[in-house]
T-cell receptor, first 116, second 112 residues
Framework: DQQVKQNSPSLSVQEGRISILNCDYT??????FLWYKKYPAEGPTFLIS?????DKNEDGRFTVFLNKSAKHLSLHIVPSQPGDSAVYFC???????????????FGQGTILTVHP | KAGVTQTPRYLIKTRGQQVTLSCSPI?????VSWYQQTPGQGLQFLFE???????NKGNFPGRFSGRQFSNSRSEMNVSTLELGDSALYLC???????????FGPGTRLTVL
């Protein structure tokens, strides 16, 4: 039962253009969402997060959009740079009664390649 | 501020053995979570510790266990290793009350 899905295994983008990474979830109890970037042989690096009470959050070149009715979120990277090439994971958190702290449910990841 | 550290970085064991992995969280972080990453299953939650208590547990057999010490450092133990336990084991820490988790570099466990 995959509650967080990233349906695109890979995405290829030209340097300077926009990268859009998508994520869908099925559990309506998720109320906090995060994006991580991962390079080979390293742990995931936190990028940006969004609470379910918001529909957008920006941090520099990164913007996350949340559409609760569609149970969909997306990460926009503008402009894309070759150093952004990595695996991107979306993750979801459900703090039902404070019992689920610490548990992140991850998607399978999307490999982003940014070409110079 | 130093990040999350994990030791050892690489480990090779044989079936039936047991292994202990160690994690030191970011200073001031009291919550430590453990995850297993495999090519087939992706990143899966193992368990979370806060103030030396296991607060949450994922869907893994009892061979997987952990503990947390008073200085927030954590260890996880896998007993009776199986070939399928070969994975990258990741530790993450977070501040109390915050959902953002910060990951260490992981321990690559190979079971032969």
């Amino acid at each position: 039962d995959q509650q967080v899905k990233q349906n695109s295994p890979s995405l290829s983008v030209q340097e300077g253009r926009i990268s859009i990474l998508n994520c869908d979830y099925t559990n309506s109890m998720f109320d906090y969402f995060l994006w991580y970037k991962k390079y080979p042989a390293e742990g995931p690096t936190f990028l940006i997060s969004i609470s379910s009470i918001k529909d957008k959050n920006e941090d520099g070149r990164f913007t996350v959009f949340l559409n609760k009715s569609a149970k969909h979120l997306s990460l926009h990277i503008v402009p894309s740079q070759p150093g952004d090439s990595a695996v991107y994971f979306c993750a979801a958190s459900n703090n039902a009664g404070g019992t689920s702290y610490g548990k992140l449910t991850f998607g399978q990841g999307t490999i982003l390649t940014v070409h110079p | 501020k130093a990040g999350v550290t994990q030791t050892p970085r690489y480990l090779i064991k044989t079936r039936g053995q047991q292994v202990t992995l160690s994690c030191s969280p970011i200073s001031g972080h009291r919550s430590v979570s453990w995850y297993q990453q495999t090519p087939g299953q992706g990143l899966q939650f193992l368990f979370e510790y806060f103030s030396e208590t296991q607060r949450n547990k994922g869907n893994f057999p009892g061979r997987f266990s952990g503990r947390q010490f008073s200085n927030s450092r954590s260890e996880m133990n896998v007993s009776t290793l199986e070939l399928g336990d070969s994975a990258l084991y990741l530790c993450a820490s977070s501040l109390a009350g915050f959902r953002e988790q910060f990951f260490g570099p992981g321990t690559r466990l190979t079971v032969l």
